[in-house]
């Protein structure tokens, strides 16, 4: 079990471009959770998935930022047009129900210069 | 207000000796996960509680959901145990909110 896989595990992207995060969960967890990660706000909850459908996204800015989970091996993050507050690590979790023990992954660290 | 206060923001100890981290909770919560995130900043699972104590190895975890509140005991520490500890409260709608976080370092 290679437990929760991101890629990249670092990210550099200028101001103004986008930027792609992978997440592979744990094979046959059915909730994928995004997080986001900074010196000044902590771990933060982004959006939630379970069996590939979007649950809830309370948590992502209203703009610039998507998620997606196109099959059950994978969900992305998105994020459009890059802003130098976008700077964090962000984490993906699984679990093997909503309701359970969340396994994350190393984290992707973006820095948008 | 934040959900979930964690005390104490820092905290040293010498090899061999041991304290307690602690998260108390404003609101009602159904479950809570402790975390050491490591130098590399990969988030280590501790323990998932859903209520009572569990121990594993120099560690032990308890939940009161009654209370409202969740600890951690760490008794005779070692170097390899520096970290930044994490506790994380699901409120029953499955979203973890995290404590701030305790760096613990562990000195020769």
């Known amino acids: 079990n290679a437990g929760v896989i991101q890629t990249p595990r670092h990210k550099v992207t200028g101001k103004g471009q986008e930027a792609t995060l992978w997440c592979e969960p744990i094979?046959?967890?059915?909730?994928v959770f995004w997080y986001r990660q900074t010196i000044v706000q902590g771990l933060e909850f982004l959006t939630y998935?379970?069996?590939?459908?979007?649950?809830?996204d309370s948590g992502m800015p209203k703009e610039r930022f998507s998620a997606q989970m196109p099959n059950q091996s994978h969900s992305t993050l998105k994020i459009q047009s890059t802003q130098p507050q976008d700077s964090a690590v962000y984490l993906c979790?699984?679990?093997?129900?909503?309701?359970?023990?969340?396994?994350f992954g190393p984290g992707t660290r973006l820095l948008v210069l | 207000g934040d959900q979930v206060e964690q005390s104490p923001s820092a905290l040293s100890l010498h090899e061999g000796t041991g304290s307690a981290l602690r998260c108390n909770f404003t609101?009602?919560?159904?479950?809570v996960q402790w975390f050491q995130q490591n130098s590399r900043g990969s988030l280590i699972n501790l323990f998932y509680?859903?209520?009572g104590t569990k121990e594993n190895g120099r560690l032990k975890s308890t939940f009161n959901s009654k209370e409202s509140y969740s600890t951690l005991h760490i008794r005779d520490a070692q170097l390899e145990d520096s970290g930044t500890y994490f506790c994380?409260?699901?409120?029953?709608?499955?979203?973890?909110?995290f404590g701030a976080g305790t760096r613990l370092k562990v000195i020769a």
């Open positions: 979790a699984s679990s093997s129900r909503g309701q359970d023990t969340q396994y």
């Open positions: 094979s046959g967890h059915s909730a």
């Open positions: 998935f379970r069996n590939q459908a979007p649950i809830d």
């Open positions: 609101t009602t919560m159904r479950a």
């Open positions: 509680l859903a209520s």
């Open positions: 994380a409260a699901e409120g029953g709608n499955y979203k973890y909110v």
